[in-house]
């Protein structure tokens, strides 16, 4: 028997006459008809608002206006198609069959997943770039068992020097190095005596990175300020694109490049060679050690930008999951 799958909203008359177009030919041709209300999912009311009703019979799909002529012909073309498959054995085309004859757990969680994926990576995002603010406030509650493991966990995923992270309850919120030129406000140096943090080849580096604060200077944050500019402004994207229903389209890829990732890469990387001690390299590029500011703002383009360019594509991709379960439930559910 033929399945056959009608697209459909409430209040539609033109629906209604296809519908009873198909009973008529039911005798003719005997097939199961699978409703789907487009308002059930926005990517299908968005692709076939205009074009309702919409008839799917296999590879064939009619588009309104559908005559009841239109509906024979395809109906009697699917009819032949699916009798010749049949006959050849075709173990592709009874391999679709036999996976289209049931719903699997797996079938519930991946339309589950395509339906909430935005709210999981939110959730994921919020967590993680929390944890590290985390950390700091159980040091200062005197939980330091709890800190320490989520420093740990986070050692792996970010340098973690001192000198390029936020500080929580201390006397500055940052301590750059003296390099950075920052007037004003205490150094790393003078705030922990660390001595020869500008060498990044000096043994002191790890003991900047394992330094996690004291009641005076604060207690640090487990992410570095840029990593924490990159996940807040991927979250922030990420709460920008649910509130406008996913509408947003994807960032166009030489802008991504260009104002995502050329100025995150120029920062990172100048600061990188720039301290790596060559002489011949000096000459072309003087030391440099880049200041909060800059980090911040290269980290949140590149996580907004990111986000923006990659999410939209995301939802393309779980729009076409949704809307191939939504289709196999209906069948699966009058097949029953």
């Known amino acids: ?36 209300d487009i308002e059930s999912d926005n ?15 296999g590879p064939y799909s009619l588009k309104a206006p559908i005559t009841r002529q239109k509906l024979q012909m395809t109906l009697g073309a699917a009819s032949d198609r699916k009798n010749q498959l049949e006959k050849l054995g075709d173990p592709e085309y009874q391999m679709k069959i036999r996976k289209g004859q049931k719903v ?18 939110n959730l994921f995002m919020l967590i993680y770039v929390g944890l590290p603010f985390l950390a700091p406030t159980l ?8 800190a320490r493991a ?73 992410l570095c300020e840029r990593d924490v500019a990159i996940y807040l402004a991927i979250l922030l994207f990420g709460i920008i694109y649910g509130l406008s229903g996913r509408r947003v389209k994807s960032l166009h890829w030489a802008i991504w490049l260009l104002i995502g990732i050329a100025p995150i890469g120029l920062d990172g990387f100048s600061q990188l060679f720039s301290q790596f001690n060559w002489a011949w390299l000096n000459t072309i590029l003087p030391y440099r050690e880049s200041t909060v500011y800059l ?10 930008m990111t986000a923006w360019f990659a999410y939209p594509n995301i939802e393309e991709s779980m729009n076409e999951t949704r809307q191939y379960y939504i289709k196999k439930f209906a069948v699966h559910q009058v097949s029953k």
């Open 104 to 121: 699997t757990t797996g079938d519930r969680v991946s339309f589950w997943i395509a339906k909430r994926y935005l709210l999981m990576l």
């Open 43 to 57: 990517a299908l009311l968005a692709k076939f608002l205009i074009e309702i009703p919409v008839v799917e019979v």
């Open 1 to 36: 028997m033929l399945n056959v799958t009608l697209y459909t909203r409430k209040n539609c008359k033109l629906c209604d006459e296809v519908k009873a177009d198909l009973n008529e030919l039911q005798s003719q041709y005997p097939h199961r008809l699978a409703e789907v």
């Open 150 to 222: 989520i420093y740990r966990i986070y050692s792996p995923l970010c340098h973690q020097f001192g000198f390029r992270s936020f500080f929580l309850y201390g006397e500055q919120v940052v301590y750059p190095l003296a390099e950075a030129r920052m007037t004003g406000i205490k150094t790393f140096e003078q705030a922990t005596g660390i001595p020869n943090l500008n060498d990044p080849y000096s043994a002191t580096r790890f003991d900047a990175r394992k330094y996690t604060g004291d009641e005076t200077v604060g207690y640090k944050v487990a």
């Open 295 to 304: 980090r911040i703002l290269t980290g949140s383009l590149f996580g907004f």
């Open 139 to 146: 040091m200062k509650l005197g939980a330091e068992l709890p």
